[in-house]
């Protein structure tokens, strides 16, 4: 190119930029690629950094109407920079953090268009309460709290209670429809009965004649105890090339995602075990919840071990390995439904069933 | 009309039959009825009767590839002279009898397009397969066969088995749509491991992942003391005004009906229970898996104990009351599925809640 | 078998029919075809002879509170002898007859959950009104009148109106789901301008913003001029090797079948089109708009004529051959959706893509 | 807080920022709003800039390969400074340009997962060519390119052609699942004959039968003088209150959105028609095809040509004024489906019907 033509095409790109244009052909590499690269970036949390900061938060702030949550939430290092999901983003879009309720505490209630699902990590003693419903927490449940339910958090125990909360928010950030309210008092009421899910759903099949036509989710705690009973019994049977022994916490009375655009997934790994490499569209969170192992992405090897967080981006290659002597288990939280209402969702198997591993992740 | 004109009329009649054509006008009346008018009829069977019969034709009669099943039927009295549901509907839709298989014996493999399932009376001992898995069953449970995969059933017990069979075989004759196909050699083969349902669908929302895209019912069986735990646990909350403490049996996958066309239920009432009277579209049939009261059906009150079957046609008003002293589970299964996927389900609450008994029931 | 064991055996299957019970073991075969075996049998009804008869209904009957419509229908000789579907069914679950309003009548106003269609055979200056929208009817436009919606008939003009209706009468007699009501007057009012329907669907894929929740089939009419146009168009391209040159009537809101649970379809033939033979598993009645050919189903060849009426009843093979000098259009209603709602549908192409002719249909 | 407090809480968020972990309990207010707060602003463009700029790229730049379109693109204000999509994104979903084709140019073949919609500015002479089917262009047509789909541009005319471009770019790039191939050759082949579309898809609410079953959507392309047809005779019916007189582009097998994942419609004004004024989650891109008004967004009163192009984010009050003396034809395109897809429509009247106009856009 000419220098003239050269400096004509500099003026140009400058005068498009001030009239809000832009040239698609120097740009539609960056904005149309080949296959999905996501901002979001394999990486993992050790439990100790983790849990280190949630208990100083303990000290530094409490929940209450300005504070809302007392959460340490991740932030995926891709992010980096941008405001506000530079923060609050773990993929692309799913935001994910632990959260603190020490006894006594109480969180106040709201309600939004995001839909949460909660894992519980440790301690007990303390609920959420869902639209009238109070749902009490042990380790290794999962609950839900469907888009547009009021909601709070109550402790009326005695030890301090984690757990990981993850919400859709950096999607509905980015498609620019957040609702948030607050309730016109710090709690909503208590209206059902105590433990009035698990006395409604406490075997598969099984549909309370009132829920015939209900529209959303009505299961609202999935229990520890029942997710390890299922995982022993899937254990005698052939595990999933992939996954393992897993199952996805599903709405009873619709067969979708329990967390309606959120999905989640429970995998049981026995000593030793070694998955086949997968990829797929959507985006996943993990969280050990118990166990020793690793978990190779794109490559690289990300050693956990029981409380660690990591990440496996969109399209990302991964397999699993419990190399500890007892069984794992793995938690994990996704995006599937998002790309399923969409169309976007597709898989692909490791054509070599395992990767090379080229390093190990070091933090 | 004058004599001449009737005439004419009566001639034009007679020449519009011999042309296979017909007068709406003088017909309208019967064909298109201000409320619903189905030819199923209420009615009971005693189990005394039906067992005895059953029992008999244990003498009379070997499942084999002309036999195929050893089942007596229940039929309508309403559809009495219609061939060939005249002998086989119980209501317009559907069709039940009640199987005996016993020690040793083996049912041969089939398949269609009926949609069928299974509620288990008496004994043990004896496996229903389907589509390659054995499914061992025990009083009180319900199975399912989804229309199109090959089934049998094989005695390996020491137990006469009776179980309630329940298919939407005069639906599909009158729809004009059967298909049927024996399986080539007398059973066909087992192929998952045993326990199978059991293994992976053990507690509520919990989905096997290989299921992710099932698109079958993959729930084979519901067992009965999960059933009854389940309405243990729906006892200590309110009950539903018109169904008392009840559950549908689901597809896990979808929350669709488990017998896809054909819903099914559970109910417990307590001792002195008597639910409110309501009325709805579809059909149903009872069967009274333990306990002594009546259900008063359209003004008729019908006294029920153990084992006994009735029926409720469409948009017939209807209420129970449990008159024993212990706990009543009354079995059902129904057409609501046919109507909801066809747009043709109402529901309606009694205006005084309660029915006028006009009459007994006397067989 | 001995004597002993034959009456002992004859007597028992006299006990279990005055106990309203029966043997599955030897009715099993009639029950349960290995493929459907409809009451509906292949037929064709002439012209000539449906036209006088419903000329003379003209001088016999008037349409009122009593006589509701004026209609004359096609009664299958399958059913001959079952009351009343003996006089009303055409197919399995289609009733069909032809309806004549003379100048200055009018038919009373009425709704029922029976879903309705229309194809205008002759005259002007009538309209059907369906929930204050009036349809001007001119022949060969085909109307639809959803369940629920009160409708009635109303002529303004000069000419003896004829058209065909179809409705899925023997469909919920059978369901035992039937409801009809009268509108409180003779007619209901206008409440939509002149020309709603035609003014808001006049080109594909173009729907009034408004409509963008509506639940119900919002196009009421579509105009033959509109529907040959989009033939003649389409005889520039491909025929289907089944059904010619062919258009379904459907929804523009959702796709699915105009009339609902009735599908429609009009077919343009081209002089010595002769399309290969397949069947379904639905029923189809046939009424030739224009034109002269054969339809072979199941080895017999039926010849039509313009005005000629012909039932294809499931599963049974067919073809159509136009063996006139001009283009010949046949329209046709079906029970498709019902299938496809219920999972039964089925299609199979012939092996031989044409059948042997055995015989003539000779009335 | 005393100093040491403040500056441990200002270590504290050091520590988290460098473990990539964040506080919830002070950015809750930025990531949870409590109404949308999208990153898009309302904007306007006019004509003869994008068309000055538009024109000059026709000298500097050749689709090719390396360039694949000759386009220039609207860039939201809003995010400015965000790389890529600050460059490419119009709403926070959607990527909007002009693009230009020259008399005997080519762009070449590719396909991708965004979904494309196109509509016609200028010219005559060039197609698009979709899966086989050539597609010509007119002004005012509105196209669409399925996800998944082959597509390319060809020039066999003699004007300059432009055409606006919109697809999911910026909401697949967010969600980090973007897929783009090549085409092995430069074009792909015609395999459908000319004006496939057309002939096919003629009038509302005739299928063609071998669409029966057709997943993708199936009509192309939607003619300017059908849309013109439909809003003249919309015009004597009653206007939709906030939208005019007014259609959508769907899918004539489905009653979706033509585009999938895109919303389009074509609104007309009359002289001096003013609307009243809403708000819905969805945000829209509107392209003035012809005439002279307004349009006020959140209060800015937005003065409008043809040609000119402006944006409604999501959640913003808007109304529509032609203060011109002719008929205005507004086209615009929205997200939508998503929102719908997704849960999270929601739509609201203003209070008041009219805003209150506080400023004038002025660039």
Redesign the interface.
């Known amino acids: 190119m000419s220098d003239s033509a050269s400096s ?2 500099a003026a ?1 790109y400058e ?3 001030q ?10 590499g ?11 970036q394999p ?1 993992l ?1 050790r439990w100790v ?2 849990y280190r ?1 949630v208990m ?2 303990g000290e ?2 409490t ?1 209450d109407r ?12 891709g992010f980096a920079g ?4 530079g ?2 983003a773990l ?3 799913l ?1 994910a ?1 632990v959260q603190l309720l020490r006894p006594g505490e109480k969180a106040p209630a709201h309600r ?3 839909s949460a699902i909660r894992f519980i990590l440790q301690g007990t003693g303390a609920y959420t309460a869902v639209e009238g419903e109070r749902i009490d927490m042990e380790p290794g449940d999962f609950l839900i709290t469907p ?1 547009g339910l009021w909601h709070d958090h109550v402790h009326v125990g005695s030890e301090d209670m984690l757990w990981l909360d993850c919400l859709d ?1 950096p ?11 607050n309730y016109p008092e710090y709690n909503h009421p208590i209206t059902h ?1 105590n ?2 899910t ?13 829920d ?1 036509d209900r529209t959303y989710a009505p ?1 609202a705690v ?1 229990k520890w105890h ?2 390890q ?2 995982l022993d ?2 254990t ?2 052939d595990p ?1 090339p992939y ?1 393992g022994f ?10 979708q995602a ?1 967390g ?2 959120i999905g989640a ?3 049981k790994l026995v000593s030793g075990q070694h998955t086949k490499a997968h990829r797929h ?3 996943a969170i993990y969280h050990v919840f118990r166990g020793d192992g690793a978990t190779i992405i794109n490559g690289v090897r990300f050693v956990w071990h029981t409380g660690d967080t990591f990440v496996i ?3 990302a290659w991964h397999e699993h390995v419990n190399t500890g002597s007892n069984d794992a288990y793995l938690f994990s939280t996704n ?1 599937g439904p ?2 399923e ?4 969702e ?1 898989c692909e198997a490791h054509p070599e069933n395992t990767q090379r591993v080229e390093r190990e992740f070091d933090g």
Chains 1, 2, 3, 4 share one sequence.
Do not use: C
């Open positions: 004509r095409l140009y005068e498009l930029r009239h809000h244009l832009g040239p698609l052909w120097n740009s539609i960056s904005m149309m690629t080949p296959e999905p690269s996501p901002r979001a990486h949390w950094d983790v900061y100083e938060a530094l702030v929940p300005g504070a809302e949550r007392r959460v340490v939430f991740f932030s995926n290092p941008l405001e506000p999901w923060w609050g993929t692309n879009t935001y953090g939004h268009n995001q888009a928010i999607m509905l950030y980015q498609l620019g429809v957040m609702f948030f309210e009965p433990g009035y698990t006395r409604r759903y406490s075997a598969s099949g099984l549909r309370p004649i009132q015939h299961q999935f029942k997710t009973e299922v019994q899937l005698q049977l999933d996954d897993a199952v996805e916490y599903i709405n009873p009375a619709t067969g329990a309606i655009t997934m429970m995998q569209a959507h985006s981006p969109n399209w995006d998002v790309m209402r969409l169309g976007l597709r």
